[in-house]
Nanobody, 119 residues
Framework: QVQLVESGGGLVQAGGSLRLSCAAS????????MGWFRQAPGKEREFVAG????????NYANSVKGRFTISRDNAKNTVYLQMNSLKPDDTAVYSC????????????WGQGTQVTVSS
């Protein structure tokens, strides 16, 4: 089992920045790919960003490319999402997730943290 706890959400004005953190416990953190997802009211959950276990490979949804950066610190068992130039459309509950590799589903999820961007 992997337990994931997000933090860092809040209310920010458009154009502002936030950094989300996701702390992991349980299994060896460096054995898992990590991802960030978000779900806005009335919409399906969508992928935001992913990073492989070593941190060498990252990918992003087109909607956040160039504005968001995913990173991880395996010594601290934590993955981060730096969000810059935030827009009202970024308003959602953001959740982190873990999977063993690209051949596996996202099996472990955090409870989510609310991000609200005001115009």
């Amino acid at each position: 089992q992997v337990q994931l706890v997000e933090s860092g959400g809040g209310l920010v004005q458009a154009g502002g920045s936030l950094r989300l953190s996701c702390a992991a416990s349980g299994r060896t953190f460096s054995n898992f790919d990590m991802g960030w997802f978000r779900q806005a009211p009335g919409k399906e959950r969508e992928f935001v960003a992913g990073i492989d276990r070593s941190g060498d490979s990252r990918n992003y949804a087109n909607s956040v490319k160039g504005r968001f950066t995913i990173s991880r610190d395996n010594a601290k068992n934590t993955v981060y999402l730096q969000m810059n130039s935030l827009k009202p459309d970024d308003t959602a509950v953001y959740s982190c997730a873990a999977r063993r590799s690209a051949f596996f589903q996202w099996s472990y999820w955090g409870q989510g943290t609310q991000v609200t961007v005001s115009s």
